[in-house]
């Protein structure tokens, strides 16, 4: 079945935000930033980093 491409969920707060997006099925990404991050290079880096992580845990075999 296709994995369907989630959006990060981002959660602000007094100072900062919390990104929040999941890594396949077995893992949550968290990013604690301040208010200075750049939502744009967040949004166009994000995939990659998804993507290989998810690389890491599906050879993860333990």
């Known amino acids: 079945m296709p994995t369907r491409r989630r959006r990060p969920r981002t959660y602000g707060g007094a100072g900062g935000h919390v990104i929040v997006t999941a890594v ?3 893992a949550l990404l ?3 930033t ?3 991050v750049d ?3 967040f949004d166009r880096e994000i995939p990659t980093v998804v993507a290989d992580l998810k690389k890491i845990l599906d050879n993860d075999t333990a």
């Open 39 to 41: 939502g744009l290079a």
């Open 34 to 36: 301040d208010e200075g």
């Open 30 to 32: 968290a990013v604690v």
């Open 24 to 26: 396949g099925t077995r």
